[in-house]
């Protein structure tokens, strides 16, 4: 049994497949929410995609790649909304959004739970979303995957799924592009009948029924399952004591 497996926790794994996200992309600018999608954009970073665009959320290109939490010790470039609109208009961005609720067609909410003129929970509103997943690469981290959060339709929506996209006509559905979910339990994509959600990997120590038992919906099965991949001793080494040498990470999955 590899010593990764031994050692590596549940939210080691999940940055590693966030980190995944980016694969392959490119000079583009990660803009991740919530702390797994951003210990994973800065792994990616200093491994696999070095050309990759980190920033502080505001007007600051990062120069380095700090620690969860610190500060970067000097800039790249100044990135104002201006230019971060032509970003997005030129997709040339991948956005890891966290969410309330998702489902099988990748429709996303974050706005609010129940009725949404009278909700019995009010959430973020939805913010960007709607002009993020018309525009570039959207992905979605789902730290605790259950029937609440993977769910048949979402109350509202604020992320556009594939249909919808469709639907909206040829200016929604050009760039429209759902690339992953990541979850506490595993990795999903769109490559399902129609455009809908598919299992791409389950993490090593979840079971198929674990997983069917946490989703509310149908969910396009492969022929055969495979296992997430495990961080390697590098990624291990960079997770643990360069970028959350505060464990950090460990709050946002459950062991």
């Known amino acids: ?26 000079e583009i600018l990660a803009s991740p929410a919530g702390i797994i999608p951003t210990l994973g954009a800065r792994l990616a970073a200093l491994t696999h995609a070095p050309t990759l665009m980190l920033s502080d959320g505001e007007s600051t290109i990062y120069g380095d790649v700090p620690a969860l939490g610190a500060q970067s010790e000097f800039s790249a470039g100044y990135l104002p909304y201006r230019e971060l609109f032509e970003l997005i208009a030129a997709g040339k961005r991948h956005v890891v959004m966290g969410g309330a609720q998702i489902d099988r067609e990748g429709n996303h909410n974050f706005s609010a739970i129940g009725d949404h003129f009278q909700p019995h929970r009010q959430l973020l509103g939805s913010r960007a979303a709607a002009t993020n997943t018309i525009n570039h690469t959207t992905s979605y981290w789902i730290p605790r995957q259950s029937k609440r959060s993977f769910v048949p339709d979402v109350d509202f929506v604020t992320g556009v799924g594939s249909t919808r996209a469709k639907a909206a006509g040829p200016m929604a559905a ?24 598919a299992l791409r990997s389950l993490h090593p120590d979840t079971t198929l029924d674990e997983m069917l038992e946490s989703t509310g919906f149908e969910l396009h099965l492969p022929d055969t399952i495979e296992a997430t991949r495990l961080p390697d001793q590098q990624e291990l080494e960079l997770i643990r004591e360069v970028l959350d040498p505060a464990r950090r990470r460990e709050q946002e999955v459950s062991p």
Do not use: K, W
């Open 174 to 197: 050009r760039f429209h592009n759902l690339h992953r979910v990541v979850t506490n339990l595993g990795v999903y994509d769109f490559s399902g009948p129609g455009g809908t959600m």
């Open 1 to 26: 049994m590899p010593e990764t497996l031994l050692t590596a926790s549940r939210a080691e794994i999940a940055v590693a497949a966030c980190s995944d996200l980016f694969r392959g992309q490119g």
